[in-house]
Nanobody, 124 residues
């Protein structure tokens, strides 16, 4: 069983930056790919970014490529999402997720454990 707790959300203006963090406990963090997903009001949950178990490979949604960076620290069991050049359309609840695989995947069905989410609001 893996517990995930996100932090770092908030209200920012367009063009600002935020760094989301996710702390994991229990289970085998270092053997799991980790992902970030988001869900805007009235919309379905969508993939944002994922990183392989050892951090060698990352995948990003086209909408955030070049602006967001996912990273992880297996010694601290944390995964982060650095978000730069934020846009109003980035407004959503952001969720950290732990996969059952070491390989990064954008399909949310590959993820076994989810955090409670942290809210990001970007004003124009």
């Amino acid at each position: 069983q893996v517990q995930l707790v996100e932090s770092g959300g908030g209200l920012v203006q367009a063009g600002d930056s935020l760094r989301l963090s996710c702390a994991a406990s229990g289970g085998t963090f270092g053997s799991r790919a980790m992902g970030w997903f988001r869900q805007a009001p009235g919309k379905e949950r969508e993939f944002v970014a994922t990183i392989s178990a050892f951090g060698w490979r990352t995948i990003y949604a086209d909408s955030v490529k070049g602006r967001f960076t996912i990273s992880r620290d297996n010694t601290k069991s944390t995964v982060s999402l650095q978000m730069n050049s934020l846009k109003p359309e980035d407004t959503a609840d952001y969720y950290c997720a732990a996969s059952g695989s070491a390989q990064p995947m954008g399909d949310d069905k590959a993820y076994d454990y989810w955090g409670q989410g942290t809210q990001v609001t970007v004003s124009s």
